[in-house]
């Protein structure tokens, strides 16, 4: 068994250069070539996971298998790699230094000093090292921030450190920089990526290749110019253009020719990469029929990048049906009794999806309402499944003042409510909730089995009746109501297998309207689409052909 190579992607000048699309396409692409590719993400910031922190600051928290609140970077990782993640795969300072902690507070440390070098430093190479424990052939560590953030300097540290520890032929540095083009100048201009691969050697760590993110490819003189300035091989400097859809992004590393200098410099298997799954897919994107407006109504909608999975899944949906899926981003508190037909009227689709607190909660439940008196297809999950019964409990079912304990804990009829006490899949046992436990300690996370009951739609999309979805949340469905909202026409599709918790709903007699308390989004990629999303938008394409 080979032992594992390591590859660290550090970057260099500004933010969101695209280091996650990066680490993902290389991974493709050397996962193409027959070897197995896991991939991690060492975030700087001192929370312990992002699972506290505003999407809109952030972006979206992604949810593994196992429960771990992580970084939206992992979304795209499964998408490209198209294999589940984990905890393992996703650390933070927070984490970090939370482990390191807790281990001087257990004596672990023999009454010794601690400090940044070397135990910060040894934790860090420790949960990188984990990645190997499986001998899988190639580990990418995408190193969170750009080179000089004081933020970033003990994982950087850290990665020198393993250079030695590992030997250069299983370590491997590629930095990604910018290369702008002035077009007063009618050049791209390189000073940039000098100076910041200046600042990453002064800290020990010299680039083995160079990654130039740019507006259109950079010249074979240039390349030679970065080369001889940042004192690396000729052919290992390679131009990351922007593209027009993600999805791209490997076949372009590949006409470079990144993955064969990657697997040259590792000393990998020699093997040509297969690419026909991926060549079809752009083909596809190239020829998508329609367009399919889906209107998502959240209160992240400032940012975009909150919503990033759910992107995605619409697009993956669009993919499935060939056609092109415009997205419409509508900020709940916007929508009114006055505004709502305004806003509405143009989609083929409606998306309700998930989030916490109060605000916008009302444009949601009159969204979901909408929907269902104008037969538009409808999709709600999480939040939005939770908006669609409190809108269903009080305008069919009758039950005045309807309400989610979480917005109106003195609500007469709590709909939905915080469960105190139900089975939980991880442990195995029953536990409680205890609602002054941190944050994260009140909800629901990870992969939970659902049983679909038969003739809905849920069980037409999947073809089976168990499945597994990943949950993050903390308000349930209130059963004690279940009864009222059935004789009044709501479907419980699907529910927990013991048969207590509401997992999915319908309305039999709508074209589709559909709500899951769980995030299909996490759980679908472009080379298979989530089934929900699939017919999804399968519906949206029949409603927009009405006409």
């Keep these: ?3 594992t190579k390591f590859i660290f992607i550090t970057g260099g000048v500004l933010s969101s250069l695209g280091k996650g699309m990066a680490a993902a396409s290389l991974g493709a692409l050397l996962k193409t070539r027959g070897l197995s590719v896991t991939i991690q993400k060492l975030d700087p910031y001192i929370n312990v996971d992002p699972g506290t922190m505003n999407p809109t600051q952030h972006g979206e928290v992604f949810v593994t298998d ?13 998408r490209f790699l198209g294999t589940p993640l984990s905890q393992r795969n996703n650390y933070t300072t927070g984490s970090i230094y939370y482990s390191v902690i807790s281990k001087e507070r257990r004596g672990d440390y023999l009454g010794g000093t601690v400090q940044v070098i070397p135990h910060i430093t040894d934790e860090i190479k420790l949960a990188i090292c984990g990645l190997a424990e499986n001998k899988t052939d190639v580990a990418i560590v995408e190193i969170g921030g750009t080179v000089g953030d004081i933020e970033s300097q003990p994982f950087l540290e850290a990665i020198r450190q393993l250079r030695g520890d590992l030997g250069r032929d299983r370590c491997l540095f590629i930095h990604l920089t910018l290369v702008p083009y002035l077009a007063a100048a009618g050049e791209h201009k390189t000073k940039p990526t000098q100076h910041s691969v200046k600042e990453l050697r002064s800290i020990g760590i010299h680039p083995d290749i160079i990654l130039c993110r740019c507006e259109t490819p950079v010249s074979r003189e240039l390349k030679r110019k970065i080369a ?4 690396v091989d000729e052919d290992a400097v390679f131009s990351s ?5 993600i999805y791209k992004l490997p076949l372009e590393f590949y006409e470079e020719g990144l993955d064969q200098k990657v697997a040259i410099m590792l000393r990998l298997p020699a093997r040509n990469a ?21 209107g998502i109504v959240g209160k992240y909608v400032a940012l975009k990048e909150a919503y990033k999975s759910l992107h995605e899944a619409l697009i993956h949906g669009g993919i499935a049906n060939e056609v092109e899926v415009v997205l419409k981003y509508i900020n709940s508190e916007d929508v009114t009794p006055n505004t709502l037909e305004d806003i509405l009227s143009s989609l083929d689709g409606i998306l ?11 444009g949601k439940i009159l969204t979901a309402k909408h929907a269902r008196e104008k037969g538009i297809p409808f999709f709600g999950i999480c939040l939005g499944l939770q908006c669609a019964v409190i809108e269903f409990a009080r305008n069919v079912a009758g039950i005045d003042g309807a309400d989610s304990e979480e917005f109106n804990p003195d609500a007469a009829h709590k709909v939905i409510y915080l469960m105190t006490e139900w089975y939980d899949h991880h442990k195995k046992a029953r536990v409680k909730r205890d609602k002054h436990s941190d944050k994260g300690g009140t909800m629901r996370l990870g992969a939970y089995p659902c049983t679909l009951g038969d003739g809905g739609i849920a069980f037409a999309a999947y073809g089976c009746r168990q499945i597994s979805e990943r949950h993050r949340h903390r308000y349930e469905v209130n059963n004690a109501y279940r009864e009222a909202l059935e004789k009044a026409g709501m479907s419980f599709s699907g529910l927990s297998p013991d048969g207590e918790l509401v997992e999915m709903i319908e309305l039999p007699g709508h074209p589709w309207f559909l709500g899951c308390q769980f995030h299909p989004e996490f759980k679908s990629n472009p080379m298979k689409p989530h089934p929900l999303f699939r017919e999804f938008i399968r519906a949206a394409g029949r409603y927009g052909k009405r006409a």
């Design 1 to 3: 068994m080979r032992e």
């Design 66 to 78: 196992d429960g771990a609140e992580t970084d939206l970077d992992l979304g795209h990782y499964e």
């Design 228 to 231: 001889l300035f940042c004192d």
């Design 241 to 245: 253009v922007d593209v027009n859809n």
């Design 274 to 294: 297969v690419l026909t799954a991926w060549k079809n897919l752009v083909s596809t994107l190239d020829d998508l029929k329609g367009p399919i407006t889906i």
């Design 352 to 362: 309700v999806p998930g989030g916490f607190g109060e605000r916008g909660v009302e």
